[in-house]
């Protein structure tokens, strides 16, 4: 095996071994059901707005993951109705997780994914969010 072949093999992390990495881990944050929608576990329905926006985006994330007609971005749009906060105030929130780098500006206007290589870090800042209670 030349250099090549063996850093491919070895180094490279694709997306899908990332969440499966994970998933044990996720799988306590939301349920799926058959119609692709997400029901957020109990413990987070009170979390504040950036820490339900980056449990809803990474389960976007796995929902894409098992239907590829499904996009892993969500709009700002999904969220202006969950929360009882202006628009500028949502687009200041995925700001400030885009800076963390956990979310990413996707294609097209106010359309943003999950950063899967940060994956352990989002669901670390998910989990404090319950360790603080």
Do not use: C, W
Not at 17 to 38: C, H, M, P, Q, W
Not at 97 to 122: I, N
């Amino acid at each position: 095996m030349g250099l090549e072949e063996h850093i491919q093999e070895e180094m490279y992390v694709d997306a899908e071994s990332l969440l499966e990495d994970e998933f044990d881990r996720a799988k306590g944050l939301f349920d799926i059901y058959d119609d692709n929608t997400v029901a957020i576990a109990d413990e987070f329905a009170d979390a504040d707005a950036k820490t339900e926006i980056l449990v809803r985006l990474t389960a976007q994330q796995y929902v894409a993951e098992a239907n590829e007609d499904i996009d892993p971005a969500m709009g700002y749009d999904s969220f202006y109705d969950r929360f009882e906060k202006d628009e500028s105030t949502i687009r200041s929130y995925f700001g400030d997780l885009v800076d963390d780098g956990l979310v990413e500006k996707a294609e097209g206007k106010g359309r943003h994914r999950l950063v899967v290589e940060r994956l352990g870090d989002v669901l670390d800042r998910v989990e404090s969010t319950t360790d603080d209670e």
